[in-house]
């Protein structure tokens, strides 16, 4: 028995799954605690082992996929760090966008470093650099190491890191370790947000292995990576930055577990966004360029990811400036009314009924305030802010009442980006359930939100819907087509065209069926599966728009959880053998460059260096068991009419199932 958790923004699900007959035995969920993600992680454990009636000391794996440094991130709440920067001019931090991932932390810039080939460019100084540390040391929590070409030779990062664990002995990132690629300012931001985020993934960690000792799980953790790989808790706590985009990349791995299909073009709706990714080969296409997340470019290899802020629970409004009803959804994330009703009825269904007893439907009608944590929230504003939430008076409030002027509207509105508030408004969940699709929530608060939407005014003054049905129903309509778009959108970037192709004339007048005279088809050339709760109820109308074969997969809405714990420990290592003049050859691997005068003999030594680290990292992450296939590509130029060797890299991927904990008694 293998247990998979994954927290997403909404739920936080769990699947119970059986290796040998290679089937889900239990799926629960569990609402995620963003405050306090244990909390949501346990309910998730206790609620699939309640279900599936499974002995704690049965299960002989964990694996955890995480938003956690994908929102910390995004969010800015990582941790002070020291960032120290060797061999680069004074102007490094305005390139890469290093200074904005920095912010206000401190940077220590010192001479040293490396040239293309491994030579040193000056002496690296350790008594400054120790004195430096201990002026910044109590301020910080980790220290991030950058050198120039320290890929082609690491000494001055090894050595910095040996003097910061002296003077401090905190955490240390070196960007080495985390890339093996050229572009030193990109790997400086890879090891600060890296650096950011060991205290908080260690964290995570720790709580998730006290939960589950405390529960009588006694089984290796393991953690899913941003490229859908998995690794042990122990070496994730070292380069938590490859962690992100972890729960999408293992909702990509459980698709091609539950669809056995090699080619797909994955589609997974949410609550606040869909996020849309290619599969090749069975395994989801990676960004060659790395990983942006929070507006921060990394080396981190991490999923090809398409995300929309489209959702079961975005806002839906309507566009004031057109004639007719031309609706516009997301990309905010708003609260059902259908689901706040659930528990809050009098408030929600009197408001409504109120609402609809006006001739003339105004800006807020159907529109609720929520302040989760009201006294902490109010005991920490002041001013108009604070105003705000005393004008609601509680947890929850009508926002006619609560914002009587323009200006209190405008605060509400800068509280709702900064998370202190939430809006339960209409969505297309709230659509769903007027049309029977769902019946989750309150299916009258449902159908009142859908009549009072429907009462809104066109430019020309004009009511946007006759009733309640009809709103609904373009609603899902809109929802459809505009993920039906965004999918389009990420197959015309794989194909290497330009995702707004989707918006030209052409393509829409395929989409809208309204070509007559000339035949133009349009279409996805591999499946499309839709994952997530609600799939099902919008996906087959997406692929019948698209033209594509539609798959919904069974346990499509825990997907990710699957794919936690069905996936593989991959991991790579690679190394550059450079030739400065002819005859000599440098490979860059290890603590130090070792020179050849023979290619043969240096790919040897290559090749060996790769192998035994590999194995090292294998047996750390989880996976003692494993294949490996090596990849060669070299460099040449032609010189009076022979191919003359530039520079060659080798790589060697290892990829092995996770270890499972021996069977009680053995």
């Known amino acids: 028995m293998l247990l998979g958790i994954d927290t997403g923004g909404t739920y936080t699900d769990a699947v119970l799954y059986d290796e040998a007959t290679r089937t889900v035995v239990a799926k629960a969920k569990s609402p995620t605690t963003h405050h306090e ?54 102007d490094v931090l305005e390139r890469a966008g290093l200074g904005e991932a920095l912010g206000a932390d401190p940077a220590i810039i010192l001479a040293g470093g490396h040239d293309p080939h491994g030579g040193a ?18 301020n910080v929590e980790a220290f991030a190491v950058t050198a120039q070409f320290s890929v ?6 090894l050595a910095a890191a040996e003097v910061i664990r002296e003077v401090t002995g ?5 960007s080495h370790h985390l890339s093996a690629r ?25 709580t998730t292995e006290r939960a589950l000792l405390d529960r009588g799980v006694h089984a290796p953790l393991m953690v899913v990576r941003g490229d859908g790989s998995l690794v042990s ?20 791995v459980g698709a091609a577990h539950l669809t056995a299909l090699d080619d797909a073009i994955i589609s997974d709706i949410g609550g606040t966004t869909t996020d849309i990714a290619v599969l090749r080969d069975g395994i989801p296409a990676v960004s060659p360029e790395g990983a942006t997340v929070g507006g921060h470019r990394t080396m981190v290899q991490a999923v090809a990811m398409h995300t929309h802020g489209l959702g079961g629970d975005s806002r839906v409004r309507h566009d004031e400036r057109q004639a007719g009803a031309v609706l516009l959804i997301g990309p905010r994330k708003v609260v059902p009314l259908c689901q706040l009703a659930v528990e809050e009825p009098a408030l929600v269904h009197g408001m409504l009924d109120v609402h609809l007893t006006n001739t003339m439907p105004g800006e807020l009608d159907g529109v609720v305030l929520i302040a989760e944590r009201y006294d902490e929230r109010l005991a920490t504003l002041e001013g108009v802010e604070r105003q705000v939430l005393e004008a609601m008076g509680g947890r929850v409030a009508v926002a006619t009442k609560a914002l009587a002027t323009l200006q209190l509207r405008r605060v509400m509105e800068r509280l709702v980006q900064r ?8 969505t297309p969940t709230d659509a769903s359930h007027v049309l029977g699709i769902q019946a989750t929530y309150d299916t009258a608060a449902a159908r009142k939100a859908a009549e009072l939407f429907a009462r809104g005014r066109d430019r020309m003054g004009k009511a946007i819907a006759p009733d309640a049905d009809t709103i609904a129903a373009l609603t899902i309509d809109t929802l459809v087509r505009r993920s039906a778009e965004a999918v389009l959108a990420a197959a015309f970037i794989d194909d290497g065209l330009p995702g707004d192709t989707v918006a030209q004339r052409v393509v829409q007048s395929v989409l809208d069926r309204q070509l007559r005279v000339v035949r133009l088809s349009l279409g996805l050339s591999s499946p499309l599966v839709g994952l997530g709760a609600s799939a099902s109820a919008y996906y087959p109308r997406v692929a019948a728009l698209l033209g594509a074969e539609s798959r919904i997969p069974a346990h499509a809405d825990v997907a990710n959880a699957v794919g936690a714990v069905v996936g593989r420990v991959r991991l790579s290592r690679e190394c550059v053998i450079s030739a400065p003049q002819h005859g000599q050859f440098i490979v860059h691997a290890g603590e130090a ?3 050849f005068v023979d290619l043969l003999q240096a790919r040897a030594h290559a090749l060996a260096h790769l192998t035994e680290a590999l194995h090292a990292d294998m047996v750390a992450a989880g996976a003692p068991l494993f294949e490996t296939r090596e990849q060669w590509v070299e460099q040449t130029v032609p010189v009076d009419g022979m191919e003359l060797f530039v520079e060659g890299r080798l790589s060697l991927t290892a990829s092995g199932r996770p270890e499972l904990a021996a069977p009680e008694g053995q």
């Open 419 to 426: 998370g202190v508030l939430q809006i339960a408004a209409f």
């Open 593 to 595: 460059p070792v020179v």
């Open 37 to 90: 993600l244990s909390i949501g992680i346990c309910g998730a454990i206790d609620a699939v082992l309640a279900l599936a009636a499974v002995a704690p000391d049965r299960i002989e794996l964990v694996s955890l996929s995480t938003t956690l440094a994908t929102n910390a991130l995004v969010e800015g709440k990582g941790r002070p760090v020291g960032a120290v920067i060797i061999g680069f001019d004074g």
């Open 121 to 138: 460019v000056a002496p690296l100084d350790t008594e400054r650099l120790a004195a430096d540390v201990a002026q910044i040391a109590a």
């Open 233 to 252: 808790a122990a070496f994730v706590r070292e380069r938590p930055i490859e962690t992100i985009l972890s729960g999408p990349a293992a909702s990509l």
């Open 170 to 174: 905190k955490p240390v990132t070196l």
């Open 182 to 206: 050229l572009n030193g300012p990109k790997r400086a931001v890879t090891a600060v947000l890296n650096a950011r985020l060991i205290s908080i993934i260690d964290g995570l960690v720790r």
């Open 152 to 157: 082609r030779n690491p000494e001055h990062e």
